[in-house]
Nanobody
Framework: VQLQASGGGLVQPGGFLRLSCAPSQFTWHYYGIGWFRQAPGKEREGVSCIMSSDGSTYYADSVKGRFTISRNNAKNTVYLRMNSLKPEDTAVYYC??????????????WGQGTQVTVSS
């Protein structure tokens, strides 16, 4: 199982970034794919997840209305569009397999992290 993440960087408050995650085909068909983040000194937080079965999505309250998760089946890629970025969005973002009910949780497979820094 492989998950290749990319797209982080430095952006000013109010700006946007798009993260990409390219799972292997096996992962794509059998797992939800999503994003978790961890800021220095803070616990890991589930950000968003999209399911392979029906395309249903989950967003943490902290990003609802600002972030959008989507997938491109032809490119086998999941995207996280992050708009109206805030300094508190600064963290290392990890692509991972995921599932959700009332909360979002990882299901065992992780990609490498990509740094997102929101600062003026």
């Amino acid at each position: 199982v492989q998950l290749q993440a990319s797209g982080g960087g430095l952006v000013q408050p109010g700006g946007f970034l798009r993260l990409s995650c390219a799972p292997s085909q096996f992962t794509w068909h059998y797992y939800g794919i999503g994003w978790f983040r961890q800021a220095p000194g803070k616990e890991r937080e589930g950000v968003s997840c999209i399911m392979s079965s029906d395309g249903s999505t989950y967003y943490a309250d902290s990003v609802k209305g600002r972030f959008t998760i989507s997938r491109n089946n032809a490119k086998n890629t999941v995207y996280l569009r992050m708009n109206s970025l805030k300094p508190e969005d600064t963290a290392v973002y990890y692509c991972a397999t995921c599932d959700f009910g009332d909360t979002l949780y990882p299901t065992g497979y992780w990609g490498q992290g990509t740094q997102v820094t929101v600062s003026s």
